[in-house]
């Protein structure tokens, strides 16, 4: 039996750059369309990502759709993960860790952040900075919560098991408390 794919608003994704003769314009605009489902209502959509620092953003209108790659929760080594999540209520909670400094923007509803042995709760309007521990995003709120994470690459801390690269944290064995 298929899972039916929530119905959320689309995500408008705007890429600018510069024709030929180095004029500024927009080069994509539309809905972001890398979306994964990787539980019941959750909505993991990737904008962009980078897969170097600095990144090359040379001129030209032809360039690869960054948003378009497939990746797990990390980042690519030395680059950036751009994704907005939608967490339903009541959203499975997976603890995980990532080798990477997460700027983490809610855009709508209430989010909370587990940690080894507290919480956070976080609303519309907040941000948080994330440095590699242990977490779990749950919804425990009446609404979707939408949050943007920019996740960029660190070294490793050497603490417990990180989420390999190309595993997503929803996937079985990622969970770094086993």
Known sequence: MQTEKPKYPAI?????GHDQDRVAKVIMDGPASNAKYPGPG???TLIWCTDEIPTDISVGEHIEDMGSR???SPPPPNGTRFAVIDFPPGNSAVM????????VIVLSGEIEMDMDD???KLKAGDVMVQRGTNHAWVNRGRERARVA???????????????????SASE??????R
Do not use: M, Q
């Open 149 to 167: 994470f920019v996740l960029v690459d660190a070294k490793p801390l050497g603490i417990g098991h990180a989420i390999s690269r190309g595993v």
């Open 172 to 177: 079985p064995g990622s969970d770094v408390r």
């Open 118 to 120: 507290s919480t956070v």
């Open 42 to 44: 959750t909505v993991s």
């Open 96 to 103: 995980h860790r990532t080798e990477t400094v997460d700027y």
């Open 12 to 16: 408008r994704r705007v890429v600018t």
């Open 70 to 72: 497939i990746l797990g």
